[in-house]
Every structure is written in structure tokens, then in C-alpha cells.
């Protein structure tokens, strides 16, 4: 097939008077229309696929076989409604354009994209997957600094962008001597109609058998643990990651997913994009969240686009929480919402499972709905998650609070929780492992390592210890001065650096480790430099310092203290120092004094006797990185 070169748009480029390399705005109208495709391919006849069945993705894009749902619509924005068939044109046009931009150069780049919303994300991620590249998503309305860590770090020779997002990145691309790409709006305006069932859409630029080794994803860690970096997803990592939220949500092509996340993590990524357009499925995505417009699709104002499915993160649930109290005031406007949530939508779910008690509780009251709690990192996207959602909210009065336990591992995914001898964790202890996924009857415990923690409940015994990970769903590989390098492993098991309890046959994460970062009142504090800070004080003469909450949630400052024997000192006297001499927002909300810091012999701090002083936090935060 021959491939014309884009004509690139002069009238509106940026100007780069000092770099060899320019910043090019793609328009739609530059590129041969694909309205004559019948040109291009042989007809052949259109699948038929009951709305029913469910698609598991074998290694390659969700655009490989998209040709069953074509005439479907696939995401919903402000400016219409948009139908598979559409998304993969403007998906094809951009990569013959990207093509005649690249030259011969067209494949194996690695191209950071920083894009808006769902829809520009998927036209350009498709793009770039059909000529065989690497995607490396940006963070939107983040700092210039983590945007050029990622762009230099990854290895980048593009950065595709939308016009409104080019500020952000125009430096650091200009600098680091990057091509730079805009997209302008005729890439996502005005939705197109079907206009020949029987033509078949086409091919994309590579053939299927790349993607079977070919890298999709370059995703990075949210870096409030050790330096962000980049973990390595394979299409064939990936499309398992997919059918593993497929399973657990049990996502259908009747389901609509209402999508108001940023899509530079896992979890709004994979679990609540990828995941429903491989199925055929619709996704309402709003371009940034809004507690009234949520609202309003939560309760079906939009009648004719009803939610099924709505995945969120604790800050946004308590922010609908909260104006929930000013637009519902009386109780036949909140019985109006419990009975709309709870006959319209099946599934609402979460990317933590240490949402706050009094959230759980009031949601479940005010909807109708218990959430779905899912543990997901970086290199597995899900972990664990609670099976059979479905109808998980029938007969549900919402009077109890939801459990907080992850009560099974997802299938793909196999774990164990383990103990490390030493701080240099060349040696460890097999705890609990669970190799079957989705049948905890084969999850073994080892006698007598139970501890106490009251965790599962009061007074019970509870296993807990470091968790590691492996399986078809997990990537290996991670990427260090742009090259690639196996993930520090242990027999194959990659660490994931939780704490996580167990008890007959459920999972709940109990800690973090090496989360240097305590987020207070949206500022990120280093621990480690509180830590020191609290020891100028003389009237301490030890301490360590943890963050109390998850991450994915505001936190408080813990802080545990050794004082001088020889002064009579009080917690009014520590916290009068600390107001005085290291800033109001740094001051620990709780504060604990004993006789010693419980550390072992290598000094490393005792997670099970620091966990004991806080019984009523869900997740303890440790810089340090040994358990």
C-alpha cells in the first residue's frame, strides 16, 4: 500500500528559532480522506456477535478485531457520540500520517503522549500501536519537573500532544531536541456515521505476530516510594491485565462506563478504558471530574446514555459525598438517589482497598451501592479484587458498611506473602502463598508465624508479611537510562512492596514500604527530613516518622518518639516545639512516646510493634524498605 506523507500545517506551527527540530500541528483535513476505503481492501462480509458475548484479547490491541462492533458506540464526550468504527479511522489516518511525518523511521519509537481525555488518548495510542511504536502516557496538570523525567527517562524521541496541553511540554521537548507534535480539534470533532457495513475496515501497519513479543506500554509509578520509573508492558502482559478486569468486573458490551480519570496510571488506564473498548462496551468520559455533572450521570439525566459501571478513587467519592449534603437535602431526594443508583447501575468501584470507614459507610446509606475495593500496582494492574460484582448491591439496604478485605487474587495472578531474614533480603520465609487465583481453598499458611494484629478482627490471629507477585499478568521488566532490565526478583517473584495480612482465605493490605512521601494538604513531605527535623529538638532523643493512610489518599504524620529520661517531658511540650520550630503543616497529628524505637537487630524498624500503636489506621507508611 502506498503511504503519502502527511502535509504538515505551517500557518499555526510554533516557532523554535534555536532547535533543529520543529513543532508540527496535525489537522485531519491534511490527510487523504478515508472515505473511499473500498479502494483500499476486498470486501468481505461483517461478523455477526451477539451484544453478549464476551471478546478476551490474545495478545494484541482491542483495535485488532474491532470490525464485530463497529457500528457501536464506543465513548461518549461533550462533542457527540463517537462509534467504534470512527475511533479506528481516526486512529488509521493518524498513523499514515505519523508515517509520512516519520519517514523511514515509522516503528519501534517510543512516543509519550499527553492528551486530554479518553478519546484523544485512544486515537493516539491506536495510532501509534498500529505502526508498531511504544506509548508512554503523560501525566496531565502535572509539574514540568515529572514531565521531563519521564520524557528524558523513558527515552522518547516524540511527544504527541493536543494544542491545549503544547505549554506544558514545548521546553523540554525544545531542549531536549524532541520532536513535538500537536493535534488540533479536527481530530475529535464532528463524529461520523457508518456509511458501508459491508466495507471491512483497513489493515493496520504491522502484522499480528508483532505484537506477540512487541512492547504496548511504558507506565510510570507514582513515585512517592523510591524514584519513579518506568515498567515495561507488553502487548501480551497488557491484553492479560485486560481480560483480568474483564473478568472481575464482568464487563459486557451492554455495559456503560461513566470515566472521569486521569490516564496516566494503571488503574483509569487499563481497568476503566482499555478494558470496556476491548469489549465492545461504551465509555462517558468527562474531559475532568465535576461533582454535579457526575452526579448527573450517576442519576440518568442523560437517559439515553445510562451508567452501568463507575470507577472512581477515595478523594472523588468524598468529594460527591460532600455535595451530596447541599443538592440533597431532604429524604425524598435521598431515597430518590438510592433507589436511581441502585436500580441503574451494577458496579461502583475503587483503585485502593483502604477506603476510609466513614466513606464506605455513608456512600452504602446514600446509594445503595457497597464499593468495590481493587489492590492494584503498577506491574499487575490488578492484584486482588473481590469476585462476582455483578449483582453485588441486590437486596442491599446499605445499612452496613462495606467489607475492606480483598478477598481473592484475580486470575492471571499469583501471590505469596513472605517474611525476609535479613535487611538485605538475601533470604526469606514463605508465609502464605496462593498459586490458583480465584480459589482460595488452595491459599497455605505456614503455622506458627500468626500474629495478632487485629486486622481480620478483634482478637484473632492474622499472617502477615511482605507481598511478591508473578504470573502471565505481571511485567518483568522496567527501564533504567532508556534501557530495559529485569525487575529485582526472587525466584521470579517480583516484590511489590505492601504489607498484606491474611486470614482463611482473605487479603488486606496493612502497610507500605519505602514510601519516602507523607501528602498533607495536597504537599508532599519527606519523612526521612522530619525525621531529622524532630531530632534538633533536645528533648528527643529517638523517633521515626510514618505516614498514616494510603497512598491514593490525604494522609496524616505519625510520628513515634524516644524523650530524654532526665527531663520531665510531655506531649504538649513535644508539640509546642514542633509548632514553633518546624512549620504548621509538619507537625504530627498523632504523636506517640515510648521508652524505645522498636527496631531489630539491624536496626531496621519493627513493622508488627509499629502497627500495634496505630489501631485505628488503615495503612501504615514506611520509608523504610525492610519488613
Known sequence: MEIRPLRVLTALRLCRLTCHVECNQFSSSSIKSHGNLSTLTQRRQKADVSPKVVRRLEGVPAFVGVEQFRDRV??????????YEDIYMRSWDLAKGLMGLLGDNWTNNKICLLCDSGLSHIITAWSCWMLGNIVVPLPVNSSQEKLEHIIRDSGANIVITTKSQVDSVNNITKAADIKLIALDESWWKNPESITDKETPLPQHFVDNSYFKDGNALIMYTVGRTNASRGIVLSHSVLANQINSVIDSWEIGQDDTLLHSLNLHQVFPLVSCLYAPLSQGAKVLALNSFNEGKVWSHLLGVNKSHPVTIFPSTPTMYQKLLEQSGTIFKDKKSRDYVKASCTKKIRLMACNTTKLPEHITTQW????????????????SNFVMTPSSPRHQNKNNSGGSPPTKLCTTPVQGVQIRIVRFRDHLKTAHEVLVEDQ???????????????IDIGGGGANTDTIIGELLIKGDNVASRFLSGSEEKEIVN?????????????KDGQYWVKGKLGVKGVEVEGEVLNAQELERKLLRCSDIDDTTVVGLGDTDAEQQIGAVVVVNKNKKVTLENILAWCNDNI??????????????????NTGHIDKLEVFSMFPDVNVVCFHDTKF
Request: proline share 7%; aromatic share 6%.
Open 436 to 450: 490458583a487465583g480465584h480459589n482460595n481453598n488452595n491459599s497455605q499458611g505456614v503455622p506458627g508465624l500468626n
Open 364 to 379: 452504602a446509606a446514600l446509594t445503595g451501592h457497597k464499593i468495590m475495593p481493587s489492590f492494584v500496582c503498577t506491574e
Open 74 to 83: 464506543s465513548i461518549v464526550e461533550q462533542g457527540g457520540e463517537y462509534l
Open 583 to 600: 512549620g504548621s503543616n509538619s507537625v504530627p497529628s498523632v504523636l506517640k512516646i515510648v521508652e524505645k524505637i522498636p527496631r531489630d
Open 490 to 502: 526472587f525466584d521470579g517473584w517480583i516484590p511489590t512492596g505492601d504489607i498484606v495480612a491474611y
